[in-house]
């Protein structure tokens, strides 16, 4: 295969267009075959409103050998993309079925690899399956009662099932696990675009059928999925068979609909509870398992109107349609404050909507979500800033959930149950917003009129506006007076890193803490590629679990 890149065409370019410049560039004669796959496409805005594609693409012809020999063009070489290949299992005996705790991206991609591979993994998610979870979350927006059992945060899919669905991830990948994640989510119905765009998307309304389809799989592989059902207790138990070098574990699981219990044993447990868990947090902290507190990052979700953006980004005016069937576009602003602050913007949903994410009563959390269209009218993103355990306060390695509980309690507060609500200028200014602008809220779940700068200790409240004033001056119209602000953005990514050593397992024993709640991802995508990595240090060590034994 012959990799050409940096080819360049208008954006509203057809395929035809693109075949044409892959033979010219390659000089394949006129009715000479090849084929080619995209391998990536990213938007180049740089001589706005001129707009073009910038393609990668992998070519297959005939006299590859010597068309490279002849080649004079920098941007054309052989293809040597990395394809990803799982690991020959190991060699110890696996006495029961490995154990995946969590089914948002870590649990699901963790689940899948192992059920591909003959390891019949049994998975248990404290929420509900994607359907009735939607069922749930669309209740709590419209009602204000929360079902802290299944929620933005719990359920199938985890905290990546209600969300933009952005499939980007900065983790570097050697091993080609990045592609094979995007190629299982095509498998299952994702658009295949995805495989080669940029800033992939999906979208929740997608979202829910990929997971869903995923898990159908799993179980046909020989896999278990139960949902409802939580893991309240992990304990060393003794050692199974002769062969088995460790110890294994002892599980506790209770079905979240009845609080009845029972126990399951197990060499392997993939623990993928995500960064909301906090209770299964405090039950290994108190199990004595090694974790520290980790820095993250605070702050609000800002919503500007999609045209002001689309204008900024593409060059267009403001309320003209978008050039080219383009998507709805996104930003990216970060600025570092004198005081040694930085503040940014993060997990930006174009077209997309606020959303109360709680899942504690009493408590309000933010984030941002959009469906596969991106047709909302507004643009949100976060707007926050990092903090560290010093922040915190305490030797607890649990203090930084401590710290993310304040906030969500002060924003329940200032909310009065709802998700609490105030204008860029107010929040300068210090005062309760009284009526909305011209910004429209695109808010899932109730809001209310109240002090959002006052979640926030003094010095992350100046930062935050520091920063907005910074990125105004990037992209105008950013500080304006009616942006709409609200609060809490507290769950950006895990307080706390469950420690595991170089075969990913903790010092309890057949424990394997994976995923963002362990402090191992930030994202959709890199939380998927954390379970492949985890499956592998399985496979590594056991051979496929023998239904016969
Ligand atoms: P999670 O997805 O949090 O999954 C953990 C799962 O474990 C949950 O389903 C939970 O119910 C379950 N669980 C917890 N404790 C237990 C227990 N004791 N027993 C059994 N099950 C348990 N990231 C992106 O890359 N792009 C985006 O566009 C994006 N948008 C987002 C929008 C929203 C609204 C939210 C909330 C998050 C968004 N994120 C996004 C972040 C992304 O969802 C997470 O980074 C990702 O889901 C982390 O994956 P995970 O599998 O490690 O954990």
Redesign the pocket.
Known sequence: MIRIQQLKLHTGHSEAQLEEKIRKTLRIREGENFSYRIVRRSLDARKKPELFYVYTVDVSTKGEKALLRKNRNKHVQESREVRYSFPEPGSEKMHCRPVV????????FAAYMLALHGYRPVV????MDALQRKKDVETFWETGVLDVRSN??????????????????LVKDKYGRNRKVLEILCDHGAPEEIAYDAKP?IGTDLLIQVVTRMREEIIRMGGQVCFH????SAEPAAPLGRDAEEGSLSLV?EDTLTGKRREETTQALIL??????R??FA?LRDRGVPMEAKSFAVGVRAEHPQSMIDADQYGTKEGADRPDGLPAAAYKLTCQLPEGRGVYTF?M?PGGYV?N?SSEEGRVAV????YHDRAGRNANSAVIVTVTPEDFGGEDPLAGVEFQRKLEERACQAGQGKVPVQLFGDFCRGKISERIGEVKPQIKGGFSFGDVRGIFPEEIGDAIERGIREFGRKLPGYDREDAVLSGVES?T?SPVRILRDEGLESSLRGLYP?????GY????????M??MKVAEAVARKYRPFDKDA
């Open positions: 705790a969590g089914f948002g991206p870590a649990g699901l248990v998610e404290r929420g933005v945060q719990f359920g199938e899919g985890g905290a990546g099932t209600f969300s933009d669905g952005k499939l980007n991830t998307h059902t939580q893991l309240v699981l993928a509870i995500g960064h909301s868990a209770d299964t039950m997990c949903c959303v994410a984030n941002g979500m959009s769950r990514s994976c995923g963002e709640g362990a991802a930030g994202g959709i995508m890199s939380a998927a954390d379970g």
